[in-house]
């Protein structure tokens, strides 16, 4: 049974572009509710270990360079079926391949500086949370 619990970043093209109170109104008007939140900024190493599952793709490395160019926000969100309305509320990879309204339609530029990250599976969802939250940190 799917979880209500996914986990977002919201990259750093966006947190430059000052995207990230539009990006937040979209997800609580979509009827997420946030139960974790920070805003920091991945070291090269930490994006390493974040996006490792990614590390034999030939994007592996401008896509470290780039999620440790600047500061994101890392987010826990609640909703039921949260990974999947998520997933439909960013929208495709490829911005150009985002339908109309979704959240890297309207704010992302490219496929690296795509504007948000969501989670792909419940199961990521908890690991991807995990890594920036502690347990006394999600509410
Ligand atoms: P994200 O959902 O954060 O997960 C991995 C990221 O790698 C993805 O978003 C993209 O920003 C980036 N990326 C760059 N090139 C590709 C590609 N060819 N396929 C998938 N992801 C890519």
Redesign the pocket.
Known sequence: MATNRTFTMIKPDAVANGHIGAILNDIIADGFKIVAMKYTQLSPEMASKF?AV?KERG?FGD?VSFMSSGPIVAAILEKDNAVEDFRKLIGA?NPADAAEGTIRNKYAKS??A?AV??SDSDENAEIEGSFYFTAFEKF
């Open positions: 996006y990614h994007f896509l990879t496929i690296d795509n990250h969501g």
